[in-house]
């Protein structure tokens, strides 16, 4: 038998119910999705009771899964509130940036003025916009595309055509 320890089985074992989960909610969304809106009370609930009593560490898997579920819950509830609002296209927008802005972020991750909670601000704030400004920079030219990023092609390029048959 495999320790829990190595490979990361022990984390496998927790967060496999919640993939499996999130498998069979597609496979049947369409018949659930309608019922949503009437658990986000109860999740709100649920979710303000347990979480601040685990949010150290959760000893209980039972008290886990009820947390993930009533959050998961939460905010699939806020976004179909917020589905045609600016706020979704700014998300949609560093969504599909993230992996830029996570590379270049670690070029300027102690700029920050202040101390304490003021600097952890600051250096978010500046640490965001320096890797937006790196990220589109570095998407101008093909060279820093394909060896920052993986990519190819500029966005929107490609068509939806496969780059490889």
Known sequence: MIPKDNFGIG???????IFALGYYVGMYFEKIKKYLKYLMLPSIIVYFLTFPIYNVIIDNIIIFYLISIS???ILYNLLQMLKN???IEVLGYFGNKSLE???CQCLCLNIGIGTGTIRIIT???TATLISLILTNVSNKFYFTRL???GKFRKNGENNGKLLFK
Do not use: S
């Open 11 to 17: 984390r496998l074992q927790i967060y496999f119910p």
């Open 71 to 73: 959050a998961i819950i």
């Open 85 to 87: 609002t600016k706020i």
């Open 101 to 103: 802005i996570y590379l």
């Open 123 to 125: 250096i978010f704030i």
């Open 147 to 149: 060896i920052l990023y």
